[in-house]
């Protein structure tokens, strides 16, 4: 019986493994070439492009890639890149920023988050939601936070580099999330981006994703490479916007700054 059992379950094994090869073929292709379109890719492989389209689809969910708005070509992302240096970079600044966090937490008693970028959103990584008696959120970590709708998205997106900002602006529209459609208007789009730009930092104050909560964020940013975000969040009725930049701002633009990134 046991061998019956060996025996039905070898085909499915060996289609799972050869399912494996094929997707890490077409990443290693992906970033052998420096950007290529799927048909490229599957002469390139010699497989058949119903096959690469699922596994070039399946890789850009993961991260790993982005199809670029402009040419159609794929590229590698640094997520992909990461595998190669042997750690992510998101890692790394995650545990250099949990005792600046801690620190922070010390003077901004409202609740405060380091979040990096994934797969066309925020994901939280450090938080002193647990510590702050003013947070009305918990279990924050992990979180997924909108790109166009919080103000860690709106940071990260402003001091991306333009290509890098427009791989994930095209991933956003063809997501196509209904709440997003307001945001990726091209001429609102536009003024966030450069107010923010101007400005140095990010808001969200007119309740768009919690309407309970306003908040402000800061990239941290090394050599044009930006690592995460630091966040600020608070109640809306407690405190207005200009109160709010003026308390907290410097603070966290002091310890974004501060955070030590290996670059």
């Not at 450090?126 to 510590?131: K, L, N, Q």
């Not at 709106?154 to 991933?171: C, F, K």
Request: glycine residues 6%.
């Amino acid at each position: 019986m046991s061998k019956e059992r060996t025996r039905t379950s070898q085909p499915r094994q060996s289609e799972g493994v050869r399912a494996f090869k094929r997707g890490l073929d077409v990443l290693q292709e992906v970033n052998r070439s420096g950007g290529i379109r799927a048909g490229d890719v599957a002469r390139a492989l010699d497989l058949p492009r119903p096959t690469v389209y699922r596994l070039l689809e399946t890789l850009e969910e993961l991260g790993y890639i982005a199809r670029s708005a402009s040419d159609d070509r794929f590229r590698v992302t640094r997520l992909a890149l990461s595998l190669g240096d042997g750690y992510d970079p998101g890692v790394v600044i995650c545990q250099a920023a949990a005792p600046y966090l801690a620190e922070l937490s010390k003077t901004l008693v409202w609740p405060v988050d380091l979040s990096t970028y994934e797969n066309a959103a925020m994901v939280v990584q450090e938080t002193t939601h647990s510590r702050s008696p003013l947070s009305i959120d918990r279990g924050m970590i992990g979180k997924r936070l909108p790109m166009l709708r919080t103000s860690a998205g709106r940071a990260y997106l402003a001091a991306s580099p333009a290509r890098e900002r427009d791989l994930i602006v095209s991933h956003l529209r063809r997501i196509d999330e209904a709440d997003d459609r307001l945001f990726l208007d091209q001429g609102r789009l536009d003024q966030m981006i450069s107010e923010t730009q101007a400005r140095g930092y990010a808001i969200r104050s007119e309740g768009e994703y919690n309407p309970k909560t306003a908040s402000i964020a800061v990239p941290i940013v090394r050599n044009g490479v930006v690592y995460g975000c630091i966040s600020i969040i608070w109640i809306r009725s407690a405190l207005g916007i200009e109160q709010a930049v003026t308390q907290f701002v410097s603070q966290l633009q002091e310890t974004a700054a501060a955070i030590p990134v290996e670059v």
